[in-house]
């Protein structure tokens, strides 16, 4: 009885285990600009940074993209070498990936974070989260 009760706890805590483990691998965890500030990051590490892209920052410098990110607090400014998607614009969320090299942030992959509403072609404004089951 004692064997088959310790089984079945062992059981329950390795799916436990590999349910955090799945969780933890999908869950996307980036730095704001204030965090950044608190820690300590070395020039090789690769972190993700989030903030909003500061109006009237982003310029174009041969093949990089500059521009200063924020959230609300502290500025840092980015090199952005690599693609630039379609949604990326002034005053939109970002995440970056990619190091610091002294006060700048050299970033090679961006996703752009956007609201979850759409605009149809008769004008009318849909909430994708008003559609979600």
Do not use: C, W
């Amino acid at each position: 009885m004692k064997k088959n009760l310790l089984i079945v706890l062992l059981g329950i805590g390795l799916i436990i285990y590999a349910s955090t483990v799945i969780a933890s691998r999908n869950t996307i965890y980036y730095y704001t600009t204030s965090e950044t500030l608190g820690i300590e990051i070395s020039n090789e590490e690769r972190i993700k940074l989030g903030g909003f892209v500061v109006e009237d920052s982003v310029t174009k410098d041969g093949e990089f993209t500059l521009f200063t990110i924020t959230d609300g607090n502290k500025d840092i400014d980015i090199v952005f070498d690599g693609f630039v998607p379609e949604l990326f614009q002034e005053n939109m969320g970002v995440i970056l990936d990619g190091v610091f090299d002294d006060n700048l942030f050299l970033a090679d992959d961006m996703l752009v974070k956007h609201d979850n509403e759409y605009v149809s072609s008769d004008g009318e404004t849909y909430n994708v989260e008003n559609y979600s089951e």
